[in-house]
């Protein structure tokens, strides 16, 4: 991943990732090569401790998972999914995307 792809968080990455730990990640490529693998994990294992922390607060659970009933869900989340996409991934989601926005003009007007 380059920069930009690595700096787009999501909301779960918001609610899950701490500053600390943002820190703790920039410092390990200058560790020494013998410290890397153990500073990781220590770094992936305060990622899962936040999580089920996360996961323990229904009501942080319940933002985390909303998204307007209203709208095309599908379409929402492949336009979610294009900042992590490389342009032909981005082309395939955009196909998808017009697709599913075809299917659901389709079912409003017949149903």
Known sequence: MDHNETSTFTPFDYMTQT???QMLKTMLPYMKDTQKKQFAILIKYME???TVQVFSQEDKVMSMCSVDEGSNNMV???NDLR???TSKEQETID???NMFSMLETYETIFS
């Open 19 to 21: 500053r600390e730990l």
């Open 48 to 50: 899962l401790q936040n």
């Open 76 to 78: 929402a989340m492949l």
């Open 83 to 85: 900042v992590f996409c």
């Open 95 to 97: 196909m998808l995307a």
